[in-house]
C-alpha cells in the first residue's frame, strides 16, 4: 500500500467509524477504528490522535475501561494540551476502572490545562470513591 493509498483508506476508516458512532453502533466502531489503527506508521504521526481518542470514546461507550484508558493515553501522548476530550475522558475511564491515583493525577493535569473537567469530576468526588472501594475491601472476608 502507497503512502497515498493509506492516507486514504485511513481517512474512509476514520469516518466510517464516526457514522458507526453516531448511529450507537459502538462495536462496530470500535473494530472499524481499530482497523484504522492498526494501519498506522510512524508516517502518520497526524492521524493518530483523533483516531486514538475516537478508538477510546467508542470503548467507554462500550464499558471497556482499560482498552479505553490504553487508547486514550495513546491519543495525549503528545499534546495533553490539544487534546482536551481526550484528556477529559481519560480522567473519567481511570476513575471508573478504578484507578483513582491516576485519575486524580489527569484530572490536576486537565484543570491545569483546561479548567474545571467538563463532565463534573473533581477531586472531592475522586476521594468520595476511594473512600468507598477501601470501605469495601476493607469489608472482605478472608478465602
Sequence with gaps: MTDAQRE??????????????????FAEATAVYGEAVALLTPADAHHAPPLYENLGLALINRGR???AIRALDRAIDQDPAGRAQAL?????????????????????????L????????????????????????AHRRPG
Excluded at 476508516?13 to 453516531?22: A, C, K, S, T
Excluded at 475522558?89 to 484543570?111: K, P, Q, S, T
Excluded at 483546561?114 to 470501605?135: K, N, V
Design 65 to 67: 475501561w482499560r482498552p
Design 8 to 25: 486514504s483508506r485511513l481517512q474512509e476508516l476514520n469516518e466510517e467509524g464516526n457514522r458507526l458512532f453516531d448511529a450507537d453502533r
Design 88 to 112: 477529559a475522558f481519560l480522567v473519567a475511564a481511570l476513575a471508573l476502572e478504578g484507578l483513582i491515583d491516576e485519575a486524580r493525577r489527569r484530572l490536576a493535569e486537565y484543570e491545569g
Design 114 to 137: 483546561h479548567g474545571p473537567h467538563p463532565l463534573g469530576w473533581t477531586a472531592a468526588e475522586l476521594d468520595r470513591r476511594q473512600a468507598e472501594q477501601r470501605r469495601r475491601l
